[in-house]
């Protein structure tokens, strides 16, 4: 029997916070799962363009 193996990719990524506006890294598993900062969802704008909505860890204890 043969198998056959995904090959599994973390990507990290660099993300602003939208409050205070400083960078940092999160990391994103083969999963959709993410490590560093906090994720609240997509926003619509205009114009059918999206924003993600992210803030970052001392934000999020405020």
């Known amino acids: 029997m ?4 995904s090959v599994s990719k973390i ?5 602003q ?3 205070c506006n400083s960078s940092f890294i999160t990391k994103i598993f083969p999963d959709r ?7 609240f969802g997509k926003i619509s ?7 993600e909505y992210w803030e970052c860890d ?4 405020e």
Do not use: A, D, P
């Open 2 to 5: 043969n198998q056959v193996q």
């Open 11 to 15: 990507r990290e990524v660099k993300i």
């Open 17 to 19: 916070c939208s409050i």
């Open 33 to 39: 799962t993410y490590k560093g900062g906090n994720f």
């Open 45 to 51: 704008l205009s114009k059918g363009k999206k924003f």
């Open 58 to 61: 001392k934000c999020y204890k």
